[in-house]
């Protein structure tokens, strides 16, 4: 679904700023660049702020008009920092435009065009989107850059694309900030009553105290990471326990 999210630039002067646009794109899972009469292109500083992006920046394709960039597109959605007199559907909120480009990216090609730098999008290209949008920002300072508009549309595209059940998306998590199993949790316990017992803190078997420390360790719900410190934390106290059972 991603692969059928096109970004448009159209005309960018900065070479920077395509680089930019493209490590915005791609932190954001969207592969597809489209440039329209690049002011410069291929540049070294495109590659450069790409940092990690080279490959959209390489693999972007330059047309000569807008309207070939758009040819097999089935909704095209113009970003403009101010409306225009055009009497095209406009999408107050980024996420509500961004739900429904995903909706149709299911199974066609869709776009977002970016205008250039100073000037946005003329009159001519919006006729050539189906929707409007602008990101709401400071009235009194609502200047973003290239990049950064991008970012944003490209960020809340990939929200509504995680977000549908069929996305199959999972966060990433360090194998330390896990939930640790069910066995793991067994043995730390039966470690924790082990050294309870020893160290005298229980003299007899108290299953009302273990159950309420076993419950009070549930509702902290330890990462993988902190059972092991719990873990290192009983172990040193047995080593230091006088006649310590092996």
Same mark, same amino acid.
């Given at each position: /679904?991603?692969? #059928?999210?096109?970004?448009?630039?159209?005309?960018?002067?900065?070479? &920077?700023?395509?680089?930019?646009?493209?490590?915005?794109?791609?932190? /954001?899972?969207?592969?597809?660049?489209?440039?329209?009469?690049?002011?410069?292109?291929?540049?070294?500083?495109?590659?450069?702020?790409?940092?990690?992006?080279?490959? %959209?920046?390489?693999?972007?394709?330059?047309?000569?008009?807008?309207?070939?960039?758009?040819?097999?597109?089935?909704?095209?959605?113009?970003?403009?920092?101010?409306?225009?007199?055009?009497? %095209?559907?406009?999408?107050?909120?980024?996420?509500?435009?961004?739900?429904?480009?995903?909706?149709?990216?299911?199974?066609?090609?869709?776009?977002?065009?970016?205008?250039?730098?100073?000037?946005?999008?003329? #009159?001519?290209?919006?006729? %050539?989107?189906?929707?409007?949008?602008?990101?709401?920002?400071?009235?009194?300072? &609502?200047?973003? #850059?290239?990049?950064?508009?991008?970012?944003?549309?490209?960020?809340?595209?990939?929200?509504?694309?995680?977000?549908?059940?069929?996305?199959?998306?999972?966060?990433?998590?360090?194998?330390?900030?896990?939930?640790?199993?069910?066995?793991? !949790?067994?043995?730390?316990?039966?470690? !924790?009553?082990?050294?309870?017992?020893?160290? &005298?803190?229980?003299?007899?078997?108290?299953?009302?105290?273990?159950?309420?420390?076993?419950? !009070?360790?549930?509702?902290?719900?330890?990462?993988?990471?902190?059972?092991?410190?719990?873990?290192?934390?009983?172990?040193?106290?047995?080593?230091? !326990?006088?006649?310590?059972?092996?």
């Amino acid at each position: /679904m991603l692969s #059928n999210i096109r970004v448009v630039l159209v005309q960018t002067f900065h070479p &920077g700023n395509i680089g930019a646009s493209a490590r915005a794109m791609k932190t /954001m899972g969207l592969s597809d660049l489209v440039l329209v009469n690049p002011h410069q292109f291929p540049d070294q500083e495109a590659t450069r702020l790409a940092a990690g992006a080279e490959d %959209l920046v390489e693999n972007a394709r330059v047309v000569g008009t807008l309207g070939e960039a758009l040819s097999d597109c089935v909704q095209v959605v113009g970003a403009s920092a101010r409306l225009r007199s055009l009497p %095209l559907p406009h999408f107050d909120e980024p996420d509500a435009m961004a739900r429904a480009l995903v909706e149709h990216a299911a199974t066609d090609p869709v776009a977002l065009v970016f205008g250039r730098e100073r000037s946005g999008l003329t #009159n001519d290209e919006i006729r %050539l989107c189906s929707h409007q949008v602008s990101i709401p920002a400071n009235p009194e300072y &609502g200047i973003l #850059n290239l990049s950064q508009a991008v970012q944003v549309l490209a960020y809340e595209v990939f929200k509504a694309w995680r977000r549908r059940p069929e996305s199959g998306y999972l966060p990433q998590r360090p194998e330390e900030e896990r939930a640790p199993s069910r066995e793991q !949790l067994g043995h730390f316990h039966h470690h !924790l009553s082990r050294v309870m017992r020893e160290s &005298g803190f229980l003299t007899q078997p108290h299953a009302r105290t273990e159950a309420q420390l076993q419950a !009070l360790f549930a509702r902290a719900q330890p990462s993988r990471k902190e059972l092991s410190l719990l873990r290192g934390l009983l172990a040193s106290v047995e080593q230091h !326990l006088p006649d310590r059972k092996e």
